[in-house]
């Protein structure tokens, strides 16, 4: 697999019906479902992934292999508050992470993590596809 992959989680995922996740869906291919090793807060009416070492913590989303990252980075960045222009720290941030597929093979992958603390925020069992 070569390209620019997408780990979705939350508000970009297929089902969410906005004009991002639309935007997403017009503009990348859908690879398959897959697990982030990681836990789900809820930071307000949309969920944070943070990273976890345990691998009993396990995100469900989506992949997307985007189809042209000039247009489709600048617009995502900007939905999940990150970059230099937003105030810091940035809500969110673009990392390549390790992602595993439905079919149990691991990729590396963009994710948007929440990048604040998350005293306080409610944990969302997550219940993966796996």
């Not at 982030?36 to 997307?64: K, N, T």
């Amino acid at each position: 697999m070569s390209g620019d992959y997408l780990f979705v989680y939350g508000t970009l995922r297929s089902d969410a019906g906005n004009d991002m996740s639309q935007l997403l869906a017009g503009n990348a291919d859908f690879v398959d479902y897959a697990v982030f090793q990681g836990r789900l807060y809820r930071v307000d009416y949309y969920p944070g992934a943070v990273p976890s070492d345990d691998p009993e913590d396990r995100i469900p989303g989506e992949i997307y292999r985007l189809q042209d990252t000039v247009c489709l980075w600048p617009c995502l960045d900007s939905y999940e508050g990150c970059g230099p222009e937003f105030p810091e720290p940035n809500e969110y941030l673009r990392q390549r992470r390790k992602v595993r597929l439905g079919n149990g093979k691991s990729i590396s992958a963009w994710i948007y993590l929440y990048n604040r603390p998350i005293d306080g925020l409610e944990l969302i069992e997550c219940a993966d596809r796996s």
